[in-house]
């Protein structure tokens, strides 16, 4: 039987809805400030972005961002977040924090791992001790962090296993640790707790376990599983056939997805929030986002391209001195890359700028009934030659009313 309904440490409100494609705009309102979705959350695993301060996290706009359970737990340890008074004090964040259960590490570290009923029994990637991670303890982390959305540990395997019987108990066990989530959590008052979606690439499962969780009533609910190597039809297929099922009136967030054209989709079927390392694991590779693409500003070819990273950017590194910016040109960056982490730094700001700015003009186009042509304009800038488009893009908009390819 499902638990009674929980307390709310959040609100959400629905300002506009595509009259095309499931597009929504909204408001969630949580304990440090509001949040305008869609949006992008920069992922700060270790209680950090790797290679940006809170000052210049802050400067970009990011009012969510994510922290890591199971890293956090190992170090500092939760001793450490209870004597300084959680999360936000211990990195001087002022604004919003999702963390992450540990539940993923399931994949990323499955060497070390072994699931149970009981649990995920890891072996430290620091030092090689023996940690064991239950739904309870997961929680009681979380606590300790005090993060404003919370996830519930639950069974992740990768969708590309063959292996449906575990697939499918993988999806049941994660509804019974859910309420044991539930059970556990201390403080709903002041932070909210979202389900996790699971069932692969089987839509049955995924069914099955939408009614499930739903049922729990969680103040927010994840999609989460995906981002594991599926194809992308899968993927959109997925994520369509959840958020169709989903209450209007709860945020819904996409887990671990962040490629640019993948938001701009998600968005399309119903998605309202998105997380991914890639802007700054793609900046210490040297690449760049911009609305033509992804340039790898490595390459020889812009050892004398004095233009700024993408022209138009508002972000720091972008923006002219005349402006408050620092005016950094691509030749720079190629300058850097590779040699000094300054490089790496800078084009870590510019991306997650990138992404977050790329979900406020999605945001003003849904709020304005321009998505299709917004969207149409996205692809567009990435693709002049429209017959290279990724087919699963034309496919997956196609069945919410938007065609990529006529005119």
């Known amino acids: 039987m499902a638990p009674n309904p929980m307390p709310s440490a959040l609100t959400f409100e629905l300002i506009a809805k595509c009259s ?3 597009a929504r705009a909204s408001l969630l309102t949580l304990p440090h ?10 992922v700060g695993t270790q209680a950090t972005l790797k290679g940006v301060t809170p000052e210049q996290l802050e400067g970009t706009g990011c009012r969510l961002c994510l922290n890591n359970t199971y890293h956090l737990g190992l170090k500092p340890g939760q001793a450490v977040l209870d004597a300084v008074g959680g999360a936000h004090k ?3 964040w002022p604004h919003n924090i999702l963390t992450d259960s540990g539940g993923f590490q399931m994949v990323s570290l499955l060497e070390l791992a072994k699931v149970t009923e009981e649990g995920v029994r890891f072996l430290s990637p620091h030092d090689g001790s023996p940690m064991l991670l239950t739904p309870e303890h997961s929680i009681s982390l979380q606590n300790s962090i005090g993060s404003d959305i919370m996830m519930q540990l639950d069974d992740v395997i990768a969708t590309t296993s063959p292996d449906l019987a575990r697939m499918e108990e993988a999806m049941h066990r994660s509804v019974r640790w ?3 989530c539930i059970a556990a959590h201390k403080y709903p008052e002041r932070q909210s707790l979202f389900c996790i979606i699971q069932g692969g690439l089987n839509l049955e499962l995924r069914r099955e376990c939408c009614r499930e969780m739903v049922a729990r ?3 927010g609910i994840a999609i989460g ?3 594991g190597g599926e194809e992308k039809d899968s993927y959109c297929r997925v994520v369509d056939t959840c958020t169709g099922l989903l209450p209007e009136m709860k945020p819904r967030y996409v887990m671990g997805v962040g490629y640019p054209e993948d938001l701009v989709v998600s968005v399309a079927l119903g998605a309202d929030m998105f997380d991914c390392v890639w802007p700054t694991r793609t900046a210490r590779w040297g690449n760049a986002a911009t609305s033509s693409g992804t340039l790898n500003l490595k390459h020889g070819n812009y ?3 004095f233009s700024p990273i993408e022209e138009g950017c508002t972000c720091i590194s972008c923006r002219p001195k005349s402006a408050g910016g620092l005016g950094i040109s691509r030749a720079y960056i190629y300058h850097l890359a590779g040699k000094e982490t300054a490089g790496a730094h800078l084009l870590s700001i510019h991306n997650v700028h990138y992404l977050l700015a790329l979900m406020r003009s999605a945001r003003e186009a849904i709020i304005a009934d321009r998505y299709p042509q917004f969207v149409k304009g996205f692809f ?4 002049p030659d429209r017959t290279m488009t990724p087919s699963w893009a034309v496919t997956a908009l196609r069945r919410v009313g938007v065609d990529l390819l006529a005119d």
Do not use: E
């Open 217 to 219: 009533d969680t103040p």
């Open 303 to 305: 050892a004398n391209d």
């Open 225 to 227: 599983g995906l981002s």
């Open 380 to 383: 567009g800038k990435l693709y």
């Open 90 to 92: 211990f990195q001087s």
């Open 178 to 180: 859910l309420d044991r």
């Open 20 to 22: 095309v494609t499931k």
């Open 33 to 42: 400030g509001p949040v305008q979705l869609p949006v992008f959350m920069p």
